[in-house]
């Protein structure tokens, strides 16, 4: 039997500079806390944590002072800034720079937008944490919509600046942008609707590449967290183009029926994922086979 590991899965830069800067601080300390979960991959996450990471909610971050606090790759709110410089709290900031950059335009836009009443409308995730920040840099006035029921409910009346979070689909985006295009048109104000696509091609390439990676093997083990946004996405692509893919999170979920009679098999993941989880996934494979 062939296993393949898909070398285009795995941790985005991100990812693995947020990862890597919270070991550089646990190389000299004995912990380190993170503000939520590093990363959206429970079996990282618990390595981590034998090194001395653990994770705060935020409504434990008031309570915090005098301390040292990890900021993951998605990104804060201002207020997490403020927080901080009130509790006299060392921030690691590990803020993907794709989003940091992100965040900054929207923060412009917002500051000038009350010239025309536009409004701030994000692509995204209703709760996520990278949508959390983003709306936090127009004071929680940003419009998140999540698909094209919730841009129905757009007032098309008036000014639109469409962004998206970093880890949705371009089509997706597309879709969108395609139909609020058309929405202002009928209303003549098609001068009055301005989009970025703000989607981080790093992530985005990877639906055309791990699709063309399942369509060449028998079965696709994707291995993710059940957190992960991305790791959906990518995993519904997956079965899309080959029904006899599986989800797990770790290697034990995997049944040795799916390996029978089977001659390839293909391991992907999310940019959540680990490579050594996914080279577990391997090595179990490798052991149903003996």
């Known amino acids: 039997m062939k296993i393949e590991i898909d070398q285009g899965s795995g941790f985005c830069h991100g990812v ?29 996450v618990h390595r981590l944590s034998t090194l001395g990471l653990s994770a705060v909610g935020h409504a434990d971050l008031e309570q915090l002072h005098d301390t040292k606090l990890l900021l993951r790759a998605h990104g804060e709110p201002p207020e997490t800034y403020a ?13 993907c720079p794709v989003v940091l950059h992100l965040q900054k335009r929207i923060k412009t836009e917002y500051d000038a937008s009350g010239e025309d009443g536009r409004q701030i409308v994000i692509y995204g995730k209703n709760g996520h944490a990278e949508v959390v920040g983003l709306v936090g840099q127009t004071q929680g006035t940003a419009i998140v919509i999540e698909d094209l029921e919730d841009a129905r409910r757009l007032d098309f009346t008036r000014p639109i600046s469409l962004y998206s979070q970093t880890t949705k689909s371009l089509e997706g985006f597309q879709a969108i942008v395609d139909y609020i295009s058309r929405q202002m048109a009928e209303n003549g104000l098609s001068d009055r609707f301005r989009f970025f696509d703000t989607i981080c091609r790093q992530v985005a390439n990877r639906i055309p590449h791990i699709r063309e990676f399942a369509q060449r093997h028998d079965i696709v083990i994707f291995v993710s967290g059940k957190k992960s946004s991305n790791g959906r996405v990518l995993f519904k692509v ?14 034990d979920e995997i049944q040795p029926e799916w390996l029978e009679g089977v001659d390839s098999v293909g391991i992907c993941g999310a940019t959540s994922t680990p490579k050594w989880l996914m080279e577990k996934c391997r090595d179990a494979i490798e052991r149903m086979q003996k």
């Open 16 to 44: 693995t500079t947020a990862i890597r800067k919270a070991e550089e601080e646990l190389a000299v300390s004995d912990s380190l806390q993170s503000l939520g979960d590093i990363v959206h991959n429970d079996q990282e």
């Open 83 to 95: 927080i901080a410089r009130r509790n006299n709290i060392q921030l690691i900031d590990a803020t």
């Open 238 to 251: 997956c079965q899309t183009v080959n029904p006899r893919s599986y989800i797990v999170e770790h290697e």
